[in-house]
């Protein structure tokens, strides 16, 4: 929105500011940073009132989970506000890749807030049936998917990127939408699986966020393109303020989420962010470098994966509990102990997708 004061300017004054990227990803971030400490403690307290005994806690999980019985949960609707709001005032609104991912974040942030409702209303950990949230989230990936094919340019169209590898595209004709609401859901699923211990997704989310937001950056500039020998997708450089905002909304939360939580970001959160994440990667044709930036989340839901097939098959289990982080807790490390660690392998997966970027 703040954009358009570009109108207003001579070329040489304060509103020409407005026209460049990073500086309106500083103010994204900012702006967002400061809606998560205003409105971080009257949203919890409001949360706290209306949900009474807060999140419900599973029977079958670590006993350590039972001191947190009480918290509140929904707590993504502050990092959801923050980044929206902090979207539409500093990105330019004509940009197709903008209104993509951000519509992915709003539709996949309501099917996460009705199962929060549905567990908290009904004191139960079940929410909504599985099918139903896998059949809306394949229809929002779809509907993304098919937007983000068409505003790429022909060359691009339904053509998979294939990262260290020199102008290597793989035509998938038809196949890529499938394959592209797979990443979405795929992404969304992982995040809010990795969502079990405080503090522990947030982090790893701002991690892949911004680097997918640098990503972004850079393809969307011819220049670094030709200097990176990457592949040039107009417009996508917007999609920086949006991780930056991403950014921001995500410190505010995680001054209350930090051990002891005092609010849950709950499926409202964790699917949201799970969901702008991929449909990023789509956006950027970074979907298998997402999947390096992302590792920790692929980890996540391939021991969730791992566990289910194999009980099925043997009656017995690979970890002490899935997803992993509990295995690690059934073992005896302390949660901050277990958030950190997978905070630093975040990190170090982060570094390893941004040089894909230059090896080539």
Known sequence: MLYWLTALSDGGDFFNLFRYITFRAGGAFLTALVFGFLFGKPLIAVLRRR????????????????????????????I????????????????????????????????????DYAKVSKQTTAGV??????????????????????????????????????????????????????????????VNLTDGLDGLAIMPVMIAGGTLGIIAYAVGRVDFTEYLDVHYVPGTGELLIFTAALFGGGLGFLWYNAPPA????????????????????????????????????????????????????????????????????KKGWAEPQIVIRFWIISLILAMIGLATLKVR
């Open 129 to 190: 049936p599985g099918k139903v949230r896998l059949l809306l989230g394949f229809v929002i990936a779809g509907l993304a998917a098919y937007f983000a094919t068409i505003s790429h340019p022909e060359t691009l169209q339904n053509q998979l990127a294939l990262p260290v590898f020199k102008d290597v595209l793989v035509n998938m004709g038809f196949l890529f939408i499938p394959f592209a609401m797979i990443v979405i859901v795929g992404s969304a699923n992982a």
């Open 262 to 329: 005092a609010v849950f970001m709950g499926d409202t959160g964790s699917l949201a962010l799970g969901g702008a994440l991929g449909a990023i990667a789509v956006a950027t044709k970074h979907e298998l470098v997402l999947a390096i930036v992302g590792g920790l989340f692929v980890v996540e839901a391939l021991s969730v994966i791992i566990q289910v097939l194999y009980f099925k098959r043997t009656g017995k289990r690979v970890f002490l509990m899935a997803p992993i982080h509990h295995h690690y807790e």
């Open 51 to 78: 949900q009474g005994k807060g999140q419900p806690i599973r029977d079958d999980g670590p006993e350590g989970h039972f001191s947190k019985a009480g918290t509140p949960t929904m707590g993504g609707l502050l």
């Open 80 to 115: 959801v506000g923050a980044l929206t709001t902090s979207t539409l005032l500093w990105a330019r609104l004509d940009n197709p890749f903008v209104w993509i991912v951000l519509g992915v974040t709003l539709a996949f942030g309501l099917i996460g807030f009705a199962d």
